[in-house]
């Protein structure tokens, strides 16, 4: 019985940058390199990969076999939003989800059996129906066996391979090496493969394990298992809760205003009802570039902290790779840690104790009058010629 479903979005991520630009998806495309990143190309248009190109091939590579090829900016955050919004369709069906990447997730069918009909074709057509857009699904013994299928699948004709491992590897024997690049782990195999004349999966499977292991080391381990059908558990994600803070920038803002327009995204984040006094140890910050495209980087923080002070130095570092002038600045919550108990202070003991003592106050007027009742005015452009431009006010932290 097969029992990974996978769900399979072709180039997700350069349909989400090109928008409604749809006609560059006939076109030699592909996603231009991040600000800051490796010089290495993103997911490419059927045209692009008639030249050879393909996703991490190199720039300069790409543009000598294609001088045509057009480079889209990538959107980091929109790719992020709009995956969230398909794991959400998908976990609504019941679905244990683990996301791969953007455009490639896999969950386990077995346990949604009974609740679809009792059938794996009745739980395809579930997740087909959720999903709400084109995709294409496959399901196999493995999530790797499931992949090989979604890759042959067309849309709403889901490909099937029965059986167990011994069927599975009989699937995947004739299949290209170029599979590989589906997995983070074994991405970067393909080509070394190809220049030993190792062309399909079969072939792979074929060598002697330990010669793997001396020549590709872990990686080669991983892909000669994949090849014979084996594969590890599913890691189903737990849903998480989204929290987030949004700022509309008026222009191009830049060195001490882009500060202070972080501060009030920080302040407003951790006012916050829903945060329940929980602290952070991880956020998004994100930014709509003015001259098109997106910017997303992760913040992990050392330890758990609801501390502002702290916040705004570890953020202000990560806004200084701002690539180019946005004109929207967003700050998410990524992952919550436990409540916020003995908060390390850049102040002094008995400054902290104060500082305790007026956060209760401002929780009890709040409570009292309403989430407005305590507020600070934080000066933004003290230059301004407008008045409304010269101060905010912000959540008091």
């Given at each position: 019985?097969?029992?990974?479903?996978?769900?399979?979005?072709?180039?997700?991520?350069?349909?989400?940058?090109?928008?409604?630009?749809e006609?560059?998806?006939?076109?030699?495309?592909?996603l231009?390199?991040?600000?800051?990143?490796?010089?290495?190309?993103?997911?490419c248009?059927?045209?692009?990969?008639?030249?050879?190109?393909?996703?991490?091939?190199?720039?300069?590579?790409?543009?000598?076999?294609?001088?045509?090829?057009?480079?889209?900016?990538?959107?980091?955050?929109?790719?992020?939003?709009?995956?969230?919004?398909?794991?959400?369709?998908?976990?609504?069906?019941?679905?244990?989800?683990?996301?791969?990447?953007?455009?490639?997730?896999?969950?386990?069918?077995?346990?949604?059996?009974?609740?679809?009909?009792?059938?794996?074709?009745?739980?395809?057509?579930?997740?087909?129906?959720?999903?709400?857009?084109?995709?294409?699904?496959?399901?196999?013994?493995?999530?790797f066996?499931?992949?090989?299928?979604?890759?042959?699948?067309?849309?709403?004709?889901?490909?099937?391979?029965?059986?167990?491992?011994?069927?599975?590897?009989?699937?995947?024997?004739?299949?290209?090496?170029?599979?590989?690049?589906?997995?983070?782990?074994t991405?970067?195999?393909?080509?070394?493969?190809?220049?030993?004349?190792?062309?399909?999966?079969?072939?792979?499977?074929?060598?002697?394990?330990?010669?793997?292991?001396?020549?590709?080391?872990?990686p080669?381990?991983?892909?000669?298992?994949?090849?014979?059908?084996?594969d590890?558990?599913?890691?189903?994600?737990?849903?998480?809760?989204?929290?987030?803070?949004?700022?509309?920038?008026?222009?191009?803002?830049?060195?001490?205003?882009?500060?202070?327009?972080?501060?009030?995204?920080?302040?407003?984040?951790?006012a916050?009802?829903?945060?329940?006094?929980?602290?952070?140890?991880?956020?998004?910050?994100?930014?709509?570039?003015?001259?098109?495209?997106?910017?997303r980087?992760?913040?992990?923080?050392?330890?758990?902290?609801?501390?502002?002070v702290?916040?705004r130095?570890?953020?202000?570092?990560?806004?200084?790779?701002?690539?180019?002038?946005?004109?929207?600045?967003?700050?998410?919550?990524?992952?919550?840690?436990?409540?916020?108990?003995?908060?390390?202070?850049?102040?002094?003991?008995?400054?902290?104790?104060?500082?305790?003592?007026?956060?209760?106050?401002?929780?009890?007027?709040?409570?009292?009058?309403?989430?407005?009742?305590?507020?600070?005015?934080?000066?933004?452009?003290?230059?301004?010629?407008?008045?409304?431009?010269?101060?905010?006010?912000?959540?008091?932290?």
């Open positions: 019985m097969s029992s990974v479903v996978c769900v399979l979005f072709p180039r997700f991520e350069l349909t989400v940058a090109a928008g409604d630009r006609e560059l998806l006939r076109t030699p495309a592909a231009a390199p991040e600000a800051g990143r490796e010089q290495h190309v993103g997911a248009s059927p045209a692009a990969e008639a030249f050879g190109i393909h996703a991490g091939m190199a720039l300069g590579e790409a543009l000598a076999r294609c001088p045509s090829l057009a480079l889209v900016p990538p959107d980091p955050a929109g790719v992020a939003d709009r995956w969230e919004r398909v794991l959400v369709r998908l976990e609504s069906i019941g679905a244990a989800v683990e996301p791969e990447r953007p455009g490639l997730a896999c969950f386990a069918a077995r346990g949604l059996l009974r609740l679809h009909g009792g059938s794996l074709e009745r739980v395809l057509d579930a997740a087909s129906r959720a999903l709400r857009q084109p995709a294409r699904l496959g399901a196999g013994p493995s999530r066996c499931a992949l090989a299928a979604a890759s042959r699948a067309r849309v709403r004709r889901p490909a099937v391979v029965p059986g167990g491992e011994a069927e599975a590897a009989a699937y995947l024997a004739p299949l290209p090496v170029a599979l590989l690049r589906g997995r983070r782990e991405a970067e195999l393909p080509e070394p493969l190809a220049r030993l004349g190792i062309e399909t999966l079969g072939a792979l499977a074929a060598l002697p394990r330990d010669a793997v292991a001396d020549r590709f080391g872990a080669g381990l991983l892909a000669h298992e994949l090849a014979r059908g084996r590890g558990r599913l890691a189903p994600r737990q849903p998480p809760e989204r929290l987030a803070e949004e700022l509309e920038l008026p222009e191009a803002l830049s060195g001490v205003q882009l500060d202070r327009a972080l501060h009030l995204l920080v302040d407003r984040l951790l916050r009802r829903e945060r329940r006094g929980r602290t952070l140890r991880a956020v998004v910050l994100a930014a709509k570039l003015v001259e098109g495209g997106t910017w980087e992760l913040v992990p923080f050392r330890e758990a902290l609801a501390d502002p702290r916040m130095l570890a953020l202000a570092q990560r806004l200084a790779l701002l690539p180019a002038p946005a004109e929207r600045l967003r700050l998410a919550v990524e992952r919550f840690g436990p409540p916020a108990s003995d908060q390390r202070s850049l102040l002094d003991e008995a400054a902290a104790v104060r500082r305790a003592r007026l956060r209760e106050a401002v929780r009890q007027a709040r409570a009292a009058a309403g989430a407005d009742a305590a507020l600070r005015v934080l000066a933004v452009e003290v230059d301004s010629r407008v008045p409304e431009r010269r101060v905010v006010l912000t959540p008091f932290e």
